[in-house]
């Protein structure tokens, strides 16, 4: 199956470069790098503690995925998806590696809206607050439903894709997902309330 508006030639394409990243061609890496990494960063950066940590976490990405890139093996979710399992594991491992590292505050990360760009000051406090109540009604998800939300609305991945990391069928993943942000929508509406 494809990604959602991957065509065949996509397909193609990706295949050539990681062909050439097999054979060690480093403009083939820094390709798949440049295509993976704004997608990557915001994963790590929601689970883990500090910029600089989600930075960290990224490279180790990459660096795992340069010494297995001969285990890989094509599927449904294509190598980004591959990325995003070899990253899950560098966030778990981070997470075990001690206590100090713990995960990022959603509500610290949330952008603040710029009152130039509203242009009206009580929407911009009242978006904030919206965005608060968000952050704290995730939190209160399990962590499986902050995962896969986490991977499904906040890094874009598809279902299958999601899948294909978590070891679900897409029907399974889309269900999860559904399921999840009902949960959301009732955990924000009783932190509304």
Do not use: C, K
């Amino acid at each position: 199956m494809r990604h959602t508006g991957e065509t065949d030639q996509d397909h193609t394409a990706e295949q050539r470069i990681v062909a050439r990243a097999r054979l060690g061609d480093p403009e083939a890496w820094e390709l798949l790098y440049l295509r993976a990494y704004p997608r990557l960063i915001v994963y790590t950066r929601r689970r883990l503690a500090a910029q600089e940590q989600a930075e960290e976490a990224v490279s180790e990405t990459m660096v795992r995925a340069m010494g297995l890139i001969s285990r890989y093996r094509p599927g449904s979710g294509g190598i980004e998806a591959w990325f995003f399992g070899i990253a899950r594991n560098v966030v778990l491992e981070t997470y075990r590696a001690g206590a100090r590292h713990r995960a990022a505050d959603p509500a610290g990360l949330a952008a603040r809206p710029s009152l130039s760009v509203h242009g009206d000051p009580e929407r911009a406090v009242l978006d904030t607050e919206e965005r608060t109540l968000l952050a704290r009604a995730f939190l209160r998800l399990s962590p499986q439903d902050r995962d896969v939300l986490e991977l499904r609305v906040l890094s874009g991945l598809d279902a299958e894709q999601v899948g294909e990391l978590t070891g679900r069928r897409a029907g399974a993943v889309r269900t999860a997902q559904s399921r999840a942000l009902a949960r959301l929508r009732l955990e924000f509406d009783e932190l509304s309330a």
